[in-house]
Every structure is written in C-alpha cells, then in structure tokens.
Nanobody
Framework: QVQVVESGGGLVEPGGSLRLSCGAA????????VAWYRQTPGKERELVAR???????SYADFVNSRFTISRDNANNRVYLQMNNLEVEDTGVYYC????????????WGQGTQVTVSS
C-alpha cells in the first residue's frame, strides 16, 4: 500500500531551524521526483523545493538560500533542512512524491505543522 509520511515539524522562534523528514512505503524515492510544498495561512499551497530523480534540485524564490532539500535513496528518505525561519514560514508542510517522475502518479503525505513565533 502506497503511503507517504512527513515528520519533524514543531514550534520555533524566528531565526530558528527545523529539519523535516519524508519517508514512504510502497514507493522507491530513487525512482521518484520528491518535492516539499507548504500551506500557509490565507494562501494557496505552494512549492517550496523539488528534488528530481537525477538529483537536480530547485527552490522557490522565497527560500532565499535558507533551506536545503536532500535525498538519502538508500534509506528511502528525503529531508528539508530549514534555517533562519521566519514568521511567514508558518504553515503545514507536505511531501509530494511523483512515481516515475509523473505528477499524475503523485502521492501526498499528511503534512507536518511548522510554527514560527516569538
């Protein structure tokens, strides 16, 4: 059964860091594109970072070099290291996995809450 699960969210102060983790059952990341999206209050879901099968990566402009997406294909894990977090980063972060690199074969995780607040 195909399942994607995120973890690592939490409450941090502005300037703090979090490391999000994405794992999957029934999906091999080494044969998949993996991306992080987020849903922030009052906004539509937006792309944060993407890691392609061949290792190419891309980030949304708002990341501004603060985040790093990485893959550990041997352990079927994808991470999002987030540094220098801002209040505006608050939201639910989702892992999206596209088997064979096809968006029509996308599976979403349940999301993990990130809250940045003083």
């Amino acid at each position: 059964q195909v399942q994607v699960v995120e973890s690592g969210g939490g409450l941090v102060e502005p300037g703090g860091s979090l490391r999000l983790s994405c794992g999957a059952a029934g999906i091999l990341f080494r044969f998949s594109h993996v991306a992080w999206y987020r849903q922030t209050p009052g906004k539509e879901r937006e792309l944060v970072a993407r890691s392609a099968i061949n290792g190419d990566i891309s980030y949304a402009d708002f990341v501004n070099s603060r985040f790093t997406i990485s893959r550990d294909n041997a352990n079927n894990r994808v991470y999002l290291q987030m540094n220098n977090l801002e209040v505006e980063d608050t939201g639910v972060y989702y892992c999206a996995v596209d088997r064979s690199g096809q968006s029509r074969l996308r599976t979403w995780g349940q999301g993990t809450q990130v809250t940045v607040s003083s």
